[in-house]
C-alpha cells in the first residue's frame, strides 16, 4: 500500500515537471521568439476610463461587455429555465400531442448549430415579430428613472429588440438541454411517489408541485447549474447579431488597436471572472447534495 502511494506521488511529481517544464517553454518562446509588442499597460483603460464632465470612474468597452454577457446570461437562463420546464412537463405528460411537440422541439434545438439557430430566429422571426411590439419607442418616450431602470437591467432604450431577440435565441436552444435535464430528474423519481400522491387525493398538478418537482430539482440542481455556465460560455454567439457582449467588445476593440494577445487573454479572464465562482458554487453543491443523499 505505502509503495503504491510512493508510485503515485512520484508520477503526480513527474507530471507537474513536465507541466511546468512545458509552460516555461511555451512562456520562453513568447517572450522571446514572437515578434510581437506587448502594451499592457493599454488595457486597463478599455475597463475603466475616467469622465472628466461627471469627474468619476466609469465602464469602459470591456467592463459594458462583461455587463451586457452578464444581462444576457442572467435573462437568457431565466427563460431557458421556463421553457425546459413547460417541455419537461409535456414530456412527461399523459398528451401524445404536446409530447410530440416537445420531442420536435428538443431534437430541432440540440440537433442544429447555435449560429444557425441565431440567424434563423433572428432573420426570420424576430425581424418580423418584435419590432411591431415597439418596445425602443416606448423605451425612449419612457421616464428618466425608467430609462435608467432598463439600461441597467436589460440594454439601452435604443438597443432593447435587439438584447430581446439575443435572449429568446439563447434561450430556445438551451431551454432543449434544460429539457431533457428536467425530464430526466422526473423521471428519476420513484413511481412509488406518484402512487402515494394519488393516494392522499392530489391531482397530478399538486403532485408534481408538492412531491415531484422538488425531489427532481435536488437530483438535477448541479446539472442545470453546469448549463448555466455553459450559456455563459454559449453567450459569445450573438455577437453575430451585433449584441454588444464581452466578446464582440472584445473584437471591435482588438480589430481598433492591433492588440490581439492582450485583448483575448483579458477577455478570457473576464469569462473565468464569470464561470469559475459558479464552477466552485457547483461543486459545493455537489458535495452537499452528496452528504444529505448519504
Known amino acids: ?126 425581424d418580423q415579430v418584435i ?21 441597467l437591467l436589460v440594454a439601452e432604450p435604443g438597443s432593447i429588440s435587439t438584447f430581446l431577440a439575443a435572449v429568446c435565441s439563447l434561450a430556445l436552444f438551451e431551454g432543449a438541454y434544460i429539457t431533457e435535464i428536467l425530464r430526466a430528474g422526473i423521471e428519476a423519481v420513484d413511481r412509488s411517489q406518484w402512487e402515494a400522491a394519488h393516494a392522499l387525493g392530489l391531482s397530478r398538478l399538486q403532485a408534481l408541485r408538492h412531491i415531484i418537482l422538488p425531489q427532481a430539482l435536488r437530483q438535477v440542481l448541479p446539472a442545470l447549474a453546469g448549463q448555466f455556465i455553459s450559456l455563459i460560455k454559449d453567450s459569445s454567439i450573438v455577437s453575430v447579431i451585433s449584441i454588444q457582449e464581452l466578446t464582440y467588445q472584445g473584437s471591435q476593440l482588438m480589430a481598433s488597436t492591433y492588440l490581439t494577445i492582450e485583448v483575448w487573454v483579458t477577455v478570457a479572464l473576464m469569462y473565468m471572472l464569470l464561470t469559475f465562482p459558479c464552477s466552485l458554487l457547483v461543486a459545493r453543491l455537489e458535495k452537499r447534495l452528496a452528504r444529505r443523499l448519504v
Do not use: C
Not at 49 to 71: F, M, Q
Open 1 to 126: 500500500m505505502i509503495v503504491g502511494r510512493r508510485k503515485a506521488v512520484i508520477l503526480d511529481l513527474v507530471l507537474l515537471a513536465g507541466l511546468a517544464g512545458l509552460g516555461g517553454f511555451l512562456l520562453y518562446r513568447i517572450t522571446v521568439h514572437l515578434q510581437y509588442s506587448w502594451h499592457w499597460s493599454r488595457i486597463p483603460g478599455y475597463i475603466l476610463r475616467y469622465d472628466g464632465e461627471k469627474h468619476r470612474w466609469v465602464a469602459n468597452y470591456l467592463l459594458l461587455g462583461l455587463l451586457t454577457t452578464l444581462r444576457l446570461s442572467l435573462w437568457g437562463g431565466l427563460l431557458a429555465v421556463i421553457l425546459g420546464l413547460a417541455m419537461a412537463l409535456a414530456r412527461t405528460g399523459r398528451s401524445l400531442y404536446r409530447q410530440l411537440v416537445a420531442r420536435i422541439y428538443v431534437q430541432l434545438m440540440r440537433n442544429l448549430p447555435p449560429l444557425v439557430i441565431i440567424f434563423l430566429f433572428y432573420f426570420f422571426l424576430a
Open 131 to 151: 419590432p411591431h411590439l415597439e418596445l425602443d419607442l416606448h423605451a425612449r418616450q419612457a421616464a428618466p428613472a425608467v430609462r435608467r431602470l432598463l439600461t
